[in-house]
């Protein structure tokens, strides 16, 4: 499909759902992959591309754009150039993920008809596919024959490594039993002419069968064992009874094999994240206890997929180790005692590995080369979520000889990377970052109890951010911390960083029901106070979307709902910006909230919704008599003006429903809504405003520029077209510009 694409300019995206993935694989990050494969061939990224990421690097700090965003970007490149968009696997993205991602393709869908859309995934998501896309679906379901499987089989046979433990009869006798014993597989296929989804039937977990099957047969090494194997094909049996085989072979094996072969599925079944290959190595070589790391204990990444009897396979682009299927993953996670203590065994690798003499050298050096080391970022960054789902004494102890002592520079460093908006380089800022605030970032109640009862260790001390224990407890939601550290005399609960955020504070920004009942249940800790920028608990909760902490904090009558911050921008207008609904409801039933408070530049929360295109929301306000919705910024603009320049179509129909609203009205540059939208190239506002009788397509503005003359600058050649298709407008108008075609 890719060659054939190029050579018509088409553009063919595409993404690959992984199950052991699906913290890293949010709908934005697969979103985002669409985009820089979509644009990747185009000579001139569109203006709604370049906009966007122009618009996300002028926030404070910069971020990448987000959802409402992409699919915006999306709709642009595919309105402009006929595109292939191809989900595989989406069964193994999560429920959550799927509402999000089904929604963000149904906007491309009604914004691009002639892009296609090719779903591949199991069964029990074509009902949500078919809900979801209505009328835009259609599902074709193709068997491969018996032919196919013999063809498959065939290439197996070709690729044996051992040729001299095959003969002609056992190889007629592989391609005739196994076809026979294996049900076949279903797999979908594209229809032609509308978007489709594919989906697999019932049976389409069994080609898997196939190769679970050629893959026992050809680990043996005669031909008798072969044969062997050949004659316990599973006739009949269902993939989880494969599964319970295949792992029965694996700890039937000689040696250290069964060990490699167990220790590999537990660890890349229980991992945080997928494990890169050399990661997984170096985690099997670890010798639970030892002082030392023995790099000569290190297996090859081809032995350990040998003794996991095909269960596992290396993904060759980003190296990193799965599961042969996502039904493994479900087999395993249903059958807990195939392995004893998983998450306990993995946080005794991690701490031995981290204790180890040749991590510890590390610490001391001034720029440190981890690259032999692979193993020490998964193992600083995820020690403690393992040991704190399951803590054994043997794992407690190792923690404890890890934490005893101001916590390891580079270990720190690591640990907190996976922290959003935290970029940090010098390794000399951590020498304060305690083992006491790391247990209770990770939230191991059992060690930071212990911790708590050394001398040396003060419960209120700040690491380089002026956090103590208890903040990153409550920014990382660990009720039961929270009320250990609570339960000290001594322990400050309202002590702020060096940004003057308190823990409460950071428990709101994250959601944590619970922590911030904790906290509240404190005397000394304020629910309405201010960090360095004015941001309130209540205002980082309604910014997030945590529509449960905004009502536990309303209902404290400290708390003011419409305190702004130091820009000017209350609670609503943050809730209006970022499109929360629900929340804009549960602040607009409070007394004292004003629909209409401008910010310190005058815009007002209807200004924000409008510039975001978050329609429900301007609604919502459009709704209060008191929301002016003409009302003019300091720069002049007003919302209509806003919309009209990010493009939001479903805006501008609203706003120019409302009598008040001028469609001509300049800003203090004399610019109108229509000369944004020509300047910015949005050819349906452009067509929205055009089609209202009261605006003047020669309309200048202070520098006696016309909607025509911005378009024609810009190059945007389908808004010239409309403009001068009204009669009014002349040639004088883009004057000096030249050729605009």
């Known amino acids: 499909m890719g060659d054939r694409a190029g050579r018509q300019n088409i553009a063919v995206t595409c993404f690959y759902f992984d199950y052991a993935a699906r913290k890293e694989q949010s709908v934005t990050s697969m979103m985002g992959s669409l985009v820089k494969q979509a644009v990747s061939g185009m000579e001139n990224i569109p203006e709604e591309v370049s906009r966007v990421f122009h618009e996300q690097k002028m926030v404070i700090g910069g971020r990448g754009p987000r959802l409402p965003d992409i699919v915006k970007m999306l709709q642009a490149i595919t309105s402009s150039r006929r595109t292939f968009v191809c989900i595989d696997a989406l069964d193994e993205c999560s429920a959550e993920n799927r509402v999000k991602l089904l929604s963000s393709l149904k906007q491309i869908l009604e914004k691009s008809p002639r892009t296609r859309i090719i779903i591949i995934g199991r069964p029990h998501v074509r009902d949500e596919v078919e809900m979801r896309l209505a009328g835009r679906v259609i599902s074709v379901s193709l068997g491969p024959t018996k032919e196919d499987i013999i063809e498959y089989l065939r290439i197996r046979l070709e690729g044996d490594q051992t040729p001299d433990a095959m003969d002609e009869n056992l190889a007629a006798d592989i391609l005739e ?167 306990s065994a993995m946080a005794e690798i991690c701490l031995t590995y981290l204790n180890s003499r040749q991590v510890k050298a590390l610490s001391t050096a001034r720029s440190p080369d981890t690259q032999n080391a692979p193993f020490l970022e998964y193992c600083s960054a995820y020690w403690g979520a393992h040991a704190k789902r399951e803590l054994s004494e043997c794992a407690r102890l190792l923690a404890l000889e890890l934490l005893k002592e101001n916590y390891n520079k580079i270990q720190t460093k690591l640990l907190l990377a996976q922290v959003k908006y935290m970029y940090l380089d010098d390794l000399d800022i951590f020498h304060s970052f305690s083992g006491l605030h790391c247990a209770s970032f990770f939230g191991i109640g059992e060690v930071v109890a212990t911790l708590i009862e050394m001398e040396y ?157 978050h329609e429900g929301v301007v609604k919502l306000l459009l709704g209060r008599e008191e929301v002016n919705p003409d009302k003019l910024g300091n720069s002049g603009r007003t919302p209509l003006q806003y919309a009209a320049q990010c493009g939001h179509e479903g805006v501008v129909k609203v706003l120019l429903g409302r009598e008040e609203v001028d469609p001509e009205k300049p800003d203090n540059s004399g610019q109108t809504p229509l000369s944004f939208a020509a300047l910015y190239g949005r050819e349906g506002v452009v067509k929205i405003l055009l089609g209202r009788k009261e605006v003047n397509p020669n309309q200048p503005d202070n520098d006696c520029q016309t909607p025509l003359w911005y378009a024609a600058q810009c190059g945007h050649e389908r808004v010239v077209a409309l403009l001068q298709s009204r009669k009014v407008v002349t040639p004088s108008t883009i004057e000096g510009l030249g050729d605009t075609t």
């Open 177 to 343: 039993k196994i076809p026979q014993n294996i049900p076949e597989m279903y797999v979908g296929a594209m229809a032609p002419g509308i978007p489709p989804t594919l989906s697999a039937n019932k049976y389409a977990s069994r080609f898997l069968l196939v190769s679970l099957n050629i893959d026992a047969i050809l680990h043996e090494s005669t031909i008798s064992r072969r044969r062997e194997k050949l004659s316990k094909t599973t006739d009949g049996l269902e993939l989880g009874d494969v599964y319970g085989v295949t792992i029965e072979r694996i700890r039937e094996q000689d040696g250290d094999r069964s060990t490699f072969g167990m220790e590999a599925l537990m660890w890349i079944s229980h991992a945080e994240r997928p494990l890169q290959a050399n990661e997984l190595c170096h985690a099997l070589a670890v010798q639970p206890g030892s002082i030392d790391f023995d790099a000569g204990n290190i297996p090859s990444m081809s032995t350990l997929v040998s003794c996991c009897q095909g269960l596992i396979t290396v993904d060759k682009e980003a190296s990193t180790v799965r599961l042969i299927h996502f039904t493994l993953q479900e087999y395993l996670s249903s059958h807990p005692d195939i392995f004893s203590g998983p998450h």
């Open 457 to 613: 260790y003060d419960i209120n001390g700040e690491d380089f951010l002026g956090r103590t224990p208890l903040a990153w407890a409550a920014q990382n939601g660990h009720e039961g911390v929270v009320e250990t550290l609570l339960g000290r005399e001594e322990v400050k609960p309202e002590k702020p960083d060096k940004y003057s955020r308190t823990p409460l504070l950071f428990a709101a920004q994250n959601g944590h029901e619970g922590v911030v009942r904790i906290l509240l249940g404190r005397e000394e800790v304020n629910p309405d106070k201010a960090d360095n920028y004015g941001q309130t608990p209540l205002i980082d909760a309604a910014r997030n979307g945590h529509e449960g902490v905004v009502e536990i904090l309303l209902g404290r009558k400290e708390v003011n709902p419409d305190k702004p911050d130091s820009y000017g921008q209350t609670p609503l207008s943050h809730a209006a910006w970022h499109g929360h609904e629900g929340l804009l409801k549960i602040l607009l039933g409070r007394e004292g909230v004003s629909p209409d408070k401008p910010d310190d530049d005058g815009r007002t929360p209807l200004s924000f919704a409008a510039s975001r295109g």
